[in-house]
């Protein structure tokens, strides 16, 4: 994929891919977030009230969800990042951060070693949550995407985040089903780009009370950063999206000189 740095007079505009959930006159940083399995961009705005105002957030929003809702699912990482590119590439002239949460982060991950094999902007961080590293990464067999359904939405219920509005209705659940059979397909199937370990920080955040995920999984990103990596556990179970968001403001702040 090739990549192309934007030019300066490139002003990135509302878009139905890639949701500016807050969006300033001139950012000093942005914040570029991959939902995990089954989420839309709207999961990521409750963090939009731990942000300096100078830092703007937007996130991923794949088809088949929110305002996308009629249009076709993917399920080939290829084809994803080959529809994500364009829509991604006008946000690259600001110092940006790239953000996964839990599954996302492969996606996350993923899209930083396009940039860096393109030799395209670079991040400035990479922020990964409730995953483990390539190094330990294993898709079970059978694969979550071909379980059967009750199997699947256990699981789902299990690792927690589904909203209770749609476990009480058979027609959500119904389209629920289909959109995590396709996000599924995409992460478990997906194959990273080869290369050496990134030369920016790397920092992970996860639940101190994750079953899913242990420490020294998450632990394992640290082999993929020549660079600085932090691991930070947050008190909560695997799906950490809302005792995250303060995190995330305090990054922001960092990054933007708001902060130690």
Known sequence: MTVIA???????????????????????????????VGAGAAAFRPWTEHLPPEVELYAIRLPGRENRVAEPLITNGHALFEHLQPELQPLLDVPFVIIGHCSGSVLAYEYTRILNAASGPAPV??????????????????????????????????????????????????????????????????TYSPGPPLDLPITVLGGARDEFVSRDAMGSWRAETTSRFTLQLLDGPHYVLAEAGAEIGLIAERLTGGGA
């Open 6 to 36: 934007p030019g300066r007079d490139v002003v990135p505009g509302p878009s139905r891919v890639v949701a500016g959930l807050r969006r300033t006159a001139q950012p000093r940083l942005r914040l570029i977030c991959f939902p995990h």
């Open 125 to 190: 961080e990479l922020v990964l949550s409730s995953a483990e590293g390539p190094g330990c990464r294993e898709v079970e067999d059978p694969p979550l995407h071909r379980l059967p359904k009750e199997m699947l939405l256990d699981r789902v219920i299990a690792y927690g985040g589904m909203a209770p509005k749609v476990l009480e209705d058979p027609g959500l659940m119904s389209m629920y089903e289909r959109i995590l059979r396709a996000d599924y397909q995409i992460v478990e199937t997906i």
